[in-house]
């Protein structure tokens, strides 16, 4: 492991650590207060739907399997996941960015990451001056751009 990947590996981890990055659902009603008027639709239409059923000589029995579906189907907008981020998903397109996003192109690299590369005996002088270049024409880097550094290099 080169040493870009291991400072890259070590700011991800502290990331994770940081945000609460581990892939498990935890109880959130940002659902509600993100999309308030979706919530308040989707208990009229449990409602009307209910009172019809209840109305139906044919429904009336099913009642409770609508409650049940309701509760569970429901219950998963009470619930966020933080996905965790990996080193091994960036510069990868498939299903993962389904579910994690491009986070590699979009968040940006902290500035102690940018200052232990550029501290750091064990990077070459010429990828340091790649970096201050890619410093000095965009400003702000994204884990990507760290990462095209050391793209040749083999992972371990």
């Known amino acids: 492991m080169t040493e870009i990947q291991h400072l890259l590996t070590e700011t991800i981890d502290t990331l994770n650590r940081e945000e609460k990055r581990d892939n498990r659902p935890r109880f959130s009603i940002s659902f509600i207060r993100n999309h308030p008027g979706l919530f308040i639709a989707m208990y009229v239409g449990w409602f009307a739907t209910l009172i019809v059923m209840l109305q139906s000589e044919t429904l009336a029995d099913s009642v409770w399997l609508l409650v049940v579906l309701f509760v569970l189907m429901n219950g998963f907008f009470f619930f966020d996941i933080n996905p965790r981020y990996k080193y091994e998903d960036i510069d990868v397109l498939d299903l993962r960015v389904c579910y994690n996003g491009e986070w590699y192109n ?49 992972a371990s």
């Open 106 to 154: 979009t968040r940006n690299v902290p500035a102690s990451l940018i200052d232990a590369i550029l501290r750091s005996p064990r990077v070459e002088a010429d990828k340091k001056s790649q970096l201050n270049a890619m410093i000095s024409r965009k400003g702000n880097l994204s884990f990507y751009d760290v990462f095209s550094l050391d793209k040749g290099a083999k």
